[in-house]
């Protein structure tokens, strides 16, 4: 979505979920093709630890303000965790993507509010499935209220099979985002991307 205010000020939009996104330029008009291509090749940058998805499709790309007449491109990012190794990698494959259009990369990180696996998009998790790993699920609502305690199986269908009969072998897999699991259908081990 391109927006821009009347002022020339570039604003921030909603998607829908918590994740904001802005793609106005500063001056106020119409972002021009080479704009809205150095947008989607920012956009488009694989995550370095699930190359699958890209992270916009993650749900990392916070926002792109692209400043035409100065050459530099502000992006803002959430890690998917605080101290997620992945972040230095996107920043400079950001300010790669950024000089490749002839653009200076200026890359934050915000960490409020914190990142959520609902900012993922369904594209994304799609994207997940396909490659075998199961994607993560919708987060429950956390309301104040006194803390009861009940036990409950949390059910992963499997990628491979769509089996749901899945058994986690092991908290952290590959990435400290995604678990070991095992199907007990096809016998295969699968990662399961956690929700968060």
Known sequence: MVTSSATGASTRTSTGSSKGTSTGDRQGSAAGPATLDLRAAIAAIPDPEVPVVSIDDLGILREVVVDEQARTVTVLITP???GCPAMHAISQNIEHVARRYGYVANVQTELSPAWTTDWMSAAGKDKLREF???PPGPRSEVVPQPVGLRLMARRVTCPLCGSADTDEISRFGS???KALRRCNGCREPFD?????
């Open 175 to 177: 990435t400290a985002c």
């Open 192 to 196: 399961e991307f956690k929700t968060m």
């Open 80 to 82: 998917t965790y605080s």
């Open 132 to 134: 075998g790993i199961a």
